[in-house]
């Protein structure tokens, strides 16, 4: 059975902690992150973005996770992510997901409001958790976009949650999508961060976090990626962020990194094997190692 990320979340905000969300798109990547969920004993968070509905229906990609949760012996809960379309967020509220995230930041504050509200009551009902999001997280990705950053204003925050009774708080503190998130060196606004977490009573999460280790892109770039340029959010700082109240992290970028490193060794390195098992193995495997790296780093490992 799945789990509930409000649960989930609760615990990681009584102990301190973070708890990944990692988006989903087929098979392998879902194998690669439970894999290092069961390795650790830690709690996880599974996540579909619209595009990847578009991509792979919603009813296999709900039915992958259900079925890792039925066979797992660590909690997976299974999170809408950036839900913008009205029907895509009820699709999952009746399916049964963990939660959904409605996704109306880049709306003005009274409509995103009154969008938020919406979908706390229909979720409420039926006893699933809703993110909301105030404040712009900057970067481009496929369906999810945006200009630039508008960091979370600490009133505005409070009074937000207070008026939507959201349960948690998606936060613009600095980070963005994608793999370029920082032309210069990377910083968050922790004290900006720490506004916020004395201003709100629920737990807090970071998108755009993903860290974009050097390792992944070497090998990446060593099979023929081109990725200069990118940079991700230091450890150090995610560490920072969860000491000062984050307890949901999103990660998608490392993991299409680590999927592309993958499928590019291996074909490169074996040019006669057309087996999609053996293209698609190295990728489960690179995904499984980053998302133990990210689960250390969160402080989530040994938790369950
Ligand atoms: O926050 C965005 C996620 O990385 C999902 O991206 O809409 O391209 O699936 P996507
Ligand atoms: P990254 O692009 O940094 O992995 O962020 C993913 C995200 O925020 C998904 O909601
Ligand atoms: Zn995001």
Known sequence: MLTSTKSILEKAYRQNYAVGHFNINNMEILQGIVQAAENLRSP?????????????????????????????????????????????????????????????????????????????????????????????????????HSRGIIYTNPAKAQEFVERTGCDFLAIAIGTSHGAYKFSGSAKLKIELLKQIKAKTKIPLVLHGASGVPQSIVNLAQKYGAKLSGVKGVPDSQIKLAVKNGINKINTDTDLRIAFDAGVRKAVKEHPEDFDPRHILFPARALIQQVVEQRIKVFGSAGKV
């Open 44 to 144: 996880i968070i599974l996540a579909t973005s619209e595009g990847a509905l578009e991509y792979a229906g919603i009813n296999f990609l709900y039915n992958l996770a259900l079925t890792a949760s039925e066979l797992s012996k660590v909690p997976i809960a299974l999170h809408l992510d950036h839900g913008k379309d009205m029907e895509n967020i009820r699709k999952c509220i009746q399916l049964g997901y963990s939660s959904v995230m409605i996704d109306a930041s880049h709306e003005e504050f009274e409509k995103n409001i009154k969008l938020t509200k919406q979908v706390v009551q229909l979720a409420h009902r039926k006893g699933i958790s809703v993110e909301a999001e105030l404040g712009t997280i900057g970067g481009k990705e496929d369906l999810v």
